[in-house]
């Protein structure tokens, strides 16, 4: 056997898969752990250590695709994603790149393209961008008319929230999130009684309607999404059923045809 299946065979082993989540999920806890003062003036040593040994795991399990799957690596998006991940650990965290050690905690994202059903549910949401463009366009478009009206409308009876455009939007996106809308609605309300009206239009269309659309659009992608391994065995197992019932069926038929024609042959000779 060649040694690129071998290694290709051993990385596909579920408990190779499984040990990778492992320390993935080990070296999560251990960067946590790393924001705490009081646990780093007493293991800062061990949790440095742990952080170390994770990342050479990942690169060399990193290696290891790429040579059990050469350039076909490349072809899955998936691999450049773990690649782009472990690489950004391996920039120096010193100087101006300072800021990307605390971008380590990033490799816990390897659990999506680690675990299928995380890779599943993403995939699900890839598909789904193009219609939550859409909407997002249509909630944009819904806020701005607002705002334009908002800051006609109420920016000299509330300035601090809508004496401007951006103000405006601010306060808007606020009250679409259902952060204390209902007092900013009842500091208008004070001035202007009838400001229910354009409050409640407003979070009814933005909120109610424009919100669970994204919800709509999520659901029937994941209902689109190829099924889980698990679902594939089963419906397999049906199909297996199926085969092996209508087998059986062909084979009574076959035999109550025989017994059908042994009485016909029996009454004859009796005759």
């Known amino acids: ?38 646990l780093m ?18 690169i ?14 490349w ?17 120096p965290a010193s100087g101006p790149a300072s800021v990307l050690r605390a971008l380590r905690i990033l490799r816990a994202l390897r659990l999506v393209s680690a675990v299928p059903s995380m890779r599943r549910v993403v995939g699900a949401l890839l598909t789904a961008v193009p ?14 008319i607002a705002a334009v009206i908002a800051t006609k409308l109420f920016g000299d009876i509330v300035p601090e929230r809508f004496d401007a455009l951006p103000s405006s939007l601010f306060t808007l996106f ?5 952060d204390d809308w209902g007092n900013v609605a009842q500091e208008v309300m004070e001035q202007k009684p009838w400001a229910w009206i354009f409050f409640i239009a407003y979070i009814l269309i933005s909120t109610f309607v ?9 659901v029937n992608a994941m209902n689109d999404a190829e099924p889980s391994p698990a679902e594939t065995r089963a419906q397999q197992d049906i199909e297996a059923l199926k085969q092996d019932l209508a087998a059986m069926n062909a084979k009574l038929d076959q035999l109550l045809s025989h017994t059908t024609q042994v009485r016909v042959n029996g009454r004859s000779h009796a005759d």
């Open 1 to 38: 056997m060649p040694t690129r299946q071998r290694v290709r065979q051993v990385l596909e082993h579920r408990l190779a898969q499984r040990a990778i989540i492992a320390v993935i999920v080990i070296n999560a806890i251990t960067i946590g752990c790393e924001t705490s003062t009081y």
């Open 41 to 58: 003036d007493r293991a800062g040593g061990v949790l440095h250590a742990i952080d170390r040994i994770a990342l050479g795991v990942f």
């Open 60 to 73: 060399a399990e990193l290696g290891a695709r790429l040579y059990a799957y050469g350039r076909a690596f």
């Open 75 to 91: 072809s899955d998006p998936w691999n450049w994603f773990d690649a782009i991940i472990v690489g950004i650990a391996l920039v």
């Open 131 to 144: 219609g939550m463009a859409s909407i997002i366009g249509l909630l944009v478009l819904m806020i701005y």
């Open 174 to 178: 606020q009250i679409m999130t259902g």
């Open 210 to 218: 424009a919100l669970n659309l994204f919800i709509a659009v999520v």
